[in-house]
């Protein structure tokens, strides 16, 4: 095979890889316009839950939500990518995460990369299928943890979106709750107090890691554009490097032939 046969498939290989990562651009591209959607509606119903929260007065209540138990254990919630493909972003995880972590922590794991990167470690639950039920399965896995005193802390680990080129790994802290009082609003609450604060701290907790985990989710998307943007860039430079190796040999080939001609015809 001559070279320029090597490199006219090698240049129709590449083509093939750079319309795969141009299509995988544009549908990373939709999907986060259509999270980032899903998450403003998320953003305005989240503030007006904790705005509820806000309300209640600090003093008034005796729950162990509030309370801080003796337990050292912590369980964290964990949200990372199923496919591959994104560039750093699971691999970032995974290290703040053994920054993070102890051996003796309870994990819920929310990714299948990160998953199989953790099996030795206490995952307790894993099987998520994107549904309002696994939301609500995960907040009385939670609340089970919590309340019979099996952890001390409750936190999130999840990529934040910041703009097109940055996202970053947080850690959200959501029990026990930090109550503010913004309001320091006198209201009237039946029939307790307690039942009431309850009853609206399972709402919190839910849309809590549902926030979370569209914000993880918007990351990722964020991250796979990028990477597949850069990965099409970089293969259409290289098909021009090698299209203009592949019309130079092609020119000294026909270079080759006409000095030929005009040598056999002078003899």
Request: charged share 30%; net charge positive; aromatic share 10%.
């Amino acid at each position: 095979m001559s070279k320029n046969q090597e490199l006219k498939q090698r240049i129709k290989s590449i083509n093939s890889i750079e319309k795969i990562t141009s299509v995988m651009n544009m549908i990373s591209n939709a999907k986060f316009l259509k999270i980032k959607k899903t998450l403003d509606y998320n953003r305005m119903y989240i503030n007006e839950i904790q705005n509820i929260i806000d309300l209640f007065n600090v003093k008034d209540i005796d729950h162990p939500y509030c309370i801080n138990n003796e337990n050292k254990n912590n369980l964290y919630i964990i949200f990372g990518s199923d496919l591959g493909l994104c560039g750093s972003y699971n691999n970032k995880i995974n290290q703040y995460i053994l920054n993070t972590i102890k051996k003796d922590d309870n994990l819920i794991i929310i990714s299948k990369k990160i998953n199989r990167d953790f099996k030795k470690y206490k995952v307790i639950y894993s099987n998520f299928s994107e549904n309002f039920n696994d939301f609500n399965k995960i907040t009385e896995i939670i609340k089970d943890c919590y309340l019979t005193n099996k952890v001390g802390k409750v936190s999130i680990i999840y990529t934040d979106f910041i703009n097109s080129f940055k996202q970053e790994i947080e850690l959200k802290k959501i029990l026990p709750l930090d109550i503010k009082n913004i309001k320091n609003t006198e209201i009237l609450i039946e029939p307790s107090v307690n039942k009431i604060f309850e009853y609206a701290m399972d709402i919190y907790l839910t849309d809590v890691i549902k926030n979370c985990y569209i914000k993880s989710k918007l990351a990722e998307n964020s991250a796979r554009r990028n990477a597949m943007e850069q990965a099409t860039k970089s293969a259409n430079e290289f098909i021009d490097e090698l299209v203009k190796e592949y019309n130079k040999n092609r020119q000294q080939a026909i270079t080759q032939e006409i000095t030929e001609i005009v040598a056999g015809s002078n003899e």
